[in-house]
């Protein structure tokens, strides 16, 4: 059976936070959200980009092996679910370990929380509160196939950092010639672009 | 990845923020309550108007679901999800308020026996000393078709005044009367879920993704599609950063970049020579007219390299279907209608009005802007888009209303002519609903002397406004889930708009405050109204036969086919969503292209004041800020204006990011946050218009207003940006005028009655 998941698509999210709102709106976290919607660079561009829980599969997420008392369990379908809070002592271990800096610690509640894939709709057969809402497909809820059938962009489900390779549930959306997140080398790119001298050779944008 | 830190801390980071930035606590308290019903209703904010479900538990609004509704799919924007705490919200106004020491003196708690005895009996009064006309309504079309066809009615049989006009007049004036000049009609050519037919959509002047995020899922879906998307807008918004091509345009200057784009897709031969035979009057004026807009004189009074106009020439001239959107950026100007005509006459040229897919559509930006302004709570305006002016149509609606035609008054005032005639003591007091001047229109200062030099000041809201702050009485009103009713969303669609709670303390439904003051004024026998669906049994009486035509629409008929597109003039009608497919609606069938010539806007930078100041939305707010302000998760993301300055801008005046600035044009001065950023011309700032008090951007805004419909420059006025510590200059300055109330008599402030220059009479032929 096809997997349904989170497809994530920076180029089109336009920071509207929509999704923050909606994710606010559960009723089992009333009034938090998250999701985060952050600026890239604001003094650079009006990029913006949602992140989610992006529900590791391998290695199986980092956030649950690092838990001392296994607060964090993963659902037969492989959801990776927030701490469970009869069991989880405040650490921050899974804070720590996430690759992606999803999960936060709630100081007041001595509690991790996090995104979990709005198991109580997802399980319904409904999409999650904030790929409901989107409007702009940012965030898009549905299996790999439809994706491809439905719309642009390249599915990419492997990030690596440095050396190191996680496998997600959740897809980023990337440009085609790019088979893989590869974090360090965006970060050496974007640094060199800036040290270089290309883009002082633009033309003028307005006159 | 993300930028926020990894504890949860009251006060530090807003996303984890819980209940301290919301003011919602009865909202969060509830969370554990269980929705005992789903309420299907629509958006409070904006013009798409998306599908949504309220939950209510004990007669409560508790939150909100998704509604897979035809044109949002169940998608909402941040404003539509929190639109539904409006309605247990502490800062609610729970009973009627008299300032009985006079002016200066306190708002005191009043019943509403005595706040309606005080409004009848003054106004009694002034009208019998002064004149029916003495006194005014100002309302707003952010409410249902119900209410604004009934402050109507109430205004010329009520009061037997001819001063009613409405916030609609700020908004997308010029866009109607250029649609009405152009097509015989003011309506959208074509559904949002027809948007992705198109191979290119160009946005002109919108902001789409901050003020109609919905309608971005559409875009979005025509470029999954292939589409190309090209945008005008001196800023680079998020609708501009994935374009094909962004023209950065100067603000004021639109027309050059359009009749320029024009004239390459005549050069090119990419004129539909048939369509514009078949479908068209007046194309060789306008061949004739645009010639002389070559590249380089395009971009020499743009500011738009001439590479990318051609582009974008081009790619709109080649696609085969192709779809202009556009929005207040190319309306709020001395020359709104032109810019909207100047659109209009690309998509004829292109022969796209009237194919699925293609055409012009502006996107409405008000809730009810569509509906609003076609039922006659407008200053020239009958039911069902008839013009008060012209003896037939007077005829027909004296009639369903069942008074002498000689009874109903002419035409009256606009709202932004209004002030003067206040200012001048014309206007004696007003009733102003759904509408918040003192933000709202420009140069306030002006505004603010007005509003005072009323007496009374009567204000309907449901939130202390910043123009209830100044009322003599203020009345409590319902927000929209408190009321039942339709709107008209920018489609044309009619849409059905529930009740899910009952207003809060002694706030009533502003439609029986209406009635309940036409009887204080004796005129009672013609407000029967027991029920929001009697009002709308008589708009659908009033509009049928007029060119927005509702009989056909009942509630329903709503219900049952997800909206009905007006014009639908009888039961068995289905509606028309494709309103131009195969006839325009003047009298010959055809389209009217219109030359327009370049006219740069009423005032432009000069030594002293360098920058184009231009205004906006962002995404947290709607129109004045009024509701949004109060709800903590938009106003947290947005809770203060700020200026948008390029880096090269701020280098030179030794600006910071972050640092607060002055800005002064030579109507005021305010103090606010820069945020120097790359996405805005250099020569062009910045400030979202949502906010009241010294945050107001129309402290500095030009109050001259488009000759024929009177829409206010909202978007370029001159402005210099200063740092605080830098002393103010002796003499104000001087901007560089263009036009000046003397040299162009059609500009504000002009004489009431002087309204009906030849192009309105044009435009009454519809």
């Known amino acids: 059976m096809a997997i349904k998941t989170l497809f994530v698509d920076p180029s089109r999210c336009i920071g509207c936070r929509s999704c923050e709102a909606a994710c606010r709106e559960c009723d089992s976290h009333k009034g938090e959200s998250m999701v985060m919607v952050d600026f890239i660079d604001r003094g650079k561009s009006v990029a913006t980009q949602p992140t989610v829980c992006m529900h590791c599969n391998d290695p199986v997420a980092p956030c649950a092996q690092v838990c001392p008392v296994m607060a964090i369990l993963i659902t037969p379908e492989g959801v990776v679910q927030m701490a469970e809070p009869s069991r989880c002592i405040g650490c921050r271990n899974c804070v720590y370990a996430c690759p992606f800096g999803v999960p936060k610690f709630d100081a007041e509640a001595r509690l991790m929380k996090k995104c979990n894939l709005c198991y109580d709709r997802t399980v319904q057969g409904l999409k999650p509160w904030c790929a409901q809402a989107c409007p702009t497909g940012a965030l898009w809820y549905g299996d790999y196939e439809e994706f491809v059938a439905q719309r642009n962009g390249h599915p990419v489900n492997r990030t690596l950092f440095g050396t190191q390779q996680v496998n997600t549930r959740v897809y980023h959306v990337l440009p085609p010639e790019e088979p893989m997140l590869d974090i360090v080398a965006l970060l050496r790119e974007a640094e060199a672009k800036e040290a270089g001298t290309a883009w002082q050779d633009q033309e003028a944008w307005v006159l | 990845m993300s930028v926020n830190k990894d504890i949860f801390e009251i006060n530090r980071d807003f996303n984890y923020d819980f209940e301290s930035t919301g003011r919602t606590r009865q909202q969060w308290d509830a969370k554990d309550a269980v929705a005992e019903r789903l309420v299907p209703t629509h958006c409070a904010f904006c013009g798409v108007q998306c599908g949504m479900n309220l939950k209510v538990a004990n007669g409560q609004v508790i939150g909100v679901e998704p509604r897979d509704y035809v044109h949002n799919r169940g998608n909402l924007c941040p404003k539509g999800i929190v639109a539904y705490q409006q309605v247990n ?429 036409a009887r204080g004024m004796g005129r009672g026998q013609y407000f029967p109204f027991q029920s929001a669906r009697e009002i709308w049994d008589e708009l659908r009486r009033a509009s049928r036969g007029g060119v927005a035509d509702y009989y056909g629409i009942t509630w329903e008929k709503i219900d049952r086919q997800q909206g009905v597109f007006w014009p639908c003039p009888s039961l068995d009608h289905p509606g028309t969503p494709r309103p131009f497919t195969e006839k325009f609606y003047h009298p010959d069938g055809k389209a009217r292209f219109t030359p327009i010539d370049f006219i740069p806007p009423a005032e432009e930078p000069s030594p002293d004041f360098p920058f184009r100041l231009t205004s906006g939305r962002v995404i947290y707010h709607y129109l004045s800020g009024n509701q949004t302000r109060r709800l903590g998760f938009l106003n947290a993301h947005a809770p203060d204006p700020w200026v948008e300055i390029h880096p090269q801008a701020a280098a030179r005046l030794n600006i910071k990011d972050q640092e607060i600035v002055r800005v002064r044009s030579p109507r005021g001065s305010m103090e606010l946050k820069a945020l120097v950023v790359p996405t805005i011309r250099p020569d062009t700032i910045f400030i979202p218009f949502h906010y009241g008090h010294a945050g107001a951007v129309n402290q500095l805004t030009n109050p001259a207003v488009d000759p024929t419909v009177k829409i206010p420059e909202y978007k370029v006025c001159a402005a210099t940006v200063e740092k605080i510590d830098q002393p103010l200059p002796v003499s104000g300055g001087a901007p560089k005028i263009n036009f000046t109330p003397q040299d162009s008599p059609k500009m504000f402030p002009y004489a009431v009655g002087e309204t009906k220059g030849p192009q309105e009479k044009e435009g009454k032929q519809h």
């Open chain 2, 89 to 517: 919200h502490p800062d609610r106004l729970l009973y009627p308020m008299l300032r009985r020491g006079g002016k200066g003196g306190k708002l005191e708690r009043c019943t509403w026996e005595e706040a309606l005895g005080y409004i009848t009996s003054r106004w009694k009064d002034i009208q019998s000393k002064y004149g029916k006309d003495a006194v005014a309504v100002y309302s707003g079309s952010s409410m249902t078709n119900e209410k604004c066809y009934l402050a109507g009615k109430f205004a010329r049989v009520g009061l037997q005044t001819r001063h009613i006009d409405y916030n609609g007049r700020l908004c997308m004036s010029s866009a109607a009367g250029a649609y009405t000049k152009a097509f015989g009609m003011d309506r959208a050519p074509i559904p949002m879920p027809d948007i992705p037919l198109a191979d290119c959509i160009m946005v002109l002047g919108a902001n789409v993704t901050e003020c109609f995020p919905i309608v971005t899922r559409w875009v979005w879906q025509g470029r999954d599609r292939g589409s190309k998307l090209i945008v005008l807008d001196p800023r680079e918004t998020p609708t501009a950063r994935t374009a094909d091509v962004w023209l950065p345009v100067k603000p004021g200057t639109d027309v050059a970049v359009l009749n320029a784009m024009l004239r390459v897709i005549i050069h090119e031969g990419l004129v539909d020579e048939a369509y514009i035979a078949a479908r068209t009057n007046n194309w060789e004026q306008v061949k004739t007219m645009v010639e002389p807009f070559t590249l380089e004189r395009a971009q020499e009074l743009s500011g738009v390299p001439a590479a990318r106009i051609k582009a974008a020439a081009l790619i709109y001239g080649r696609s085969a279907t192709s779809l202009i959107m556009h929005a207040r950026g190319i309306e709020h100007h001395s020359h709104g209608v032109n810019n909207v005509l100047a659109g209009i006459n690309l998509a004829l040229a292109r022969g796209q009005m009237g194919k699925p897919g293609g055409g012009i559509m502006m996107l409405t930006g008000q809730g009810n802007g569509q509906g609003g302004r076609e039922h006659g709570q407008k200053a020239s305006q009958l039911p069902g888009y008839r013009h008060i002016d012209m003896p037939s149509e007077r005829q027909e609606i004296a009639e369903v209303w069942g008074v002498p035609v000689d009874e109903l008054p002419w035409e009256g005032a606009a709202a932004t002519e209004m002030p003067n005639l206040m200012a001048k003591g014309e206007i004696k007091s007003c009733l102003i609903l759904c509408s918040n001047l003192m933000v709202s229109l420009p140069d306030n200062a002006l505004v603010k002397k007005a509003l005072t030099a009323l007496d009374p000041l009567i204000v309907i809201d449901f939130f202390m406004s910043e123009t209830a702050e100044l009322a003599d009485l203020v009345l409590p009103g319902s927000v929209w889930c408190e009321d039942e009713g339709t709107t008209t969303n920018l489609e044309g669609r009619v849409i059905k708009i529930n009740a899910a709670a009952e207003p809060p303390g002694e706030a009533r439904r502003d439609w029986e405050i209406l009635c309940d003051l």
